[in-house]
Structure formats: C-alpha cells, structure tokens
C-alpha cells in the first residue's frame, strides 16, 4: 500500500509539482491540494499520512518568508493538524514551507530571517547529516548536496535554553559544510545561519524543516555537473524515500 501524501499547493507555492513528483517516485501516492481545499473542508488532512509544505513564495512573501501561510493555517487549520502530528504521522517543510513552519510552533522556537548577505542566494549547498538525530527523513544518509535558494534562510533559536535542549536532543539535522564537510562560512554557509543549520527536526524526527530543495535534485540531470561525474540518482530523492519507507512500513 502506498502512503498518500498530501502536497500543499496555492498562493504563491511554487515548488508543488516538483515535490509531488519526488513523493512518486519515492513510492508514494501524492495529491496536490490547495489550501482552500483544506479551509473548507474538501479536503481533509487525516485522510493522509504525510503533509508536505513545498518551497516557494507563499502570498509573495509580502509580511515575511511564509508569515501568512502559517497565520491562514493557524486560523483556520489549527485543530486538524494538531490531530494530525499528534496521530504520528509526517510533515516536511522545505525553505518557504519550513519558514512557515517555524512559525506554526511545530519545532523548536526559531525564526528564519534575512541572509546576511542582504541577497537573494541561488547556490548549490554541501551538507552533512547528524547521524544521532532521530531524524526519520535522513535516515542512513550521511551527506547531501543540494540547491539553496532563498533570501530570508538565516536560522536563529528562539533562547539559548531552546538552542541547549536542541543541541542535547539532537535536532539539529543538517549543517552547511564546505566541500570537504567541515562547518564553514560564506559562501558555504549561504544565509549565515546559527550553527549553520540547514535543517532541523522535532523530538520525534516525524517533523522535519529543512531551507534546501531536495525536491530540486532527484535525477542526475538535475545535478551541475552530471555531465562530469557519475551520477546515478539524485541525493533529495533519498529524503522522500526515507520518508515514505518509513510510513510503508506502519501500515
């Protein structure tokens, strides 16, 4: 059986084709649903085992990366995803949907905020994965190189005692690196984040927001320098396979 997973689509969300496509050839049944489908009750999200917030520029952005999503949703989709982490089941956010997300108190307190570069950074990213996070998206996945694109992907913890208890719990997924995988700044670290977090995770590992586009490399083509390199598969397609061979397996 296939878990069906529902991809978010609707204003300003542009990355839904992409990662509805990656969840299918991750071995998932993805639907696109736009959010009004959900807001009237169309839709409904316990229907689903996996919710995706794919990247983009929800509602352009126009009050900060993904603040008016996270407020629609919040108002009128409280209760429903509530239910929804509470029953288990998974969510990614990737760059505007993790902004969202961190906006919905659906992971440790942080905010993501403008790059220090004061631009809007299209890159290609090294990036090393925390082998003790209970992270169920990275499992058995050691490095991923991925594109980043984003203006406002700065990580930053709410509290020190936020940042503590994320560091001791092992939330902390993936870390920007240079190409030899050690922590580095600009240009490796696109956005200046603390700790240079690319991603995190709840203390679950069910909740995973994350800035870089794994949906962005599922095939080799996808890759600069497939012509170059033997590139079999592309890393992000790894993270929703992990994700769905994780569901798979519970059902």
């Not at 990580?155 to 939330?171: L, M, P, T």
Request: charged letters at 25%; glycine letters at 12%; a neutral charge.
């Amino acid at each position: 059986m296939k878990p069906k997973v529902l991809v978010l689509y609707g204003y300003g969300i542009n990355c839904d084709n992409e990662t509805s496509y990656a969840f299918e050839l991750a071995g998932g049944e993805p639907e696109r649903v736009h959010l009004n489908q959900l807001i009237s009750g169309e839709k409904k999200l316990k229907d689903y085992q996996i919710l995706a917030l794919p990247g983009g520029f929800s509602f352009g952005d126009d009050l900060g990366a993904g603040k008016v999503l996270a407020i629609k949703i919040k108002q009128n989709l409280s209760q429903e995803l509530q239910e929804f982490i509470e029953q288990g089941k998974l969510l990614v956010g990737i760059c505007n949907g993790f902004q969202a997300m961190a906006k919905l108190d659906v992971l440790p307190a942080s905010t993501l905020t403008f790059n220090d570069s004061g631009r809007f950074e299209d890159r290609w990213a090294y990036l090393k994965i925390n082998q003790k996070s209970p992270c169920i998206w990275t499992k058995g996945i050691e490095t991923l190189y991925l594109a980043v694109r984003h203006g406002e992907g700065k990580f930053i913890f709410g509290s020190e005692e936020v940042k503590e208890r994320a560091i001791r719990k092992n939330q902390i997924v993936l870390q920007y690196t240079d190409e030899k995988g050690n922590l580095a700044g600009y240009p490796w670290n696109p956005d200046g984040a603390e700790l240079n977090i690319a991603g995190i995770c709840d203390e679950t590992g069910r909740i995973l927001g994350l800035m870089p586009h794994p949906e962005g490399f599922l095939i080799s083509q996808n890759h600069p320098r497939w012509t170059r390199e033997e590139i079999k598969a592309g890393d992000g397609l790894r993270v929703f396979q992990s994700g769905v061979n994780f569901v798979k397996k519970e059902l």
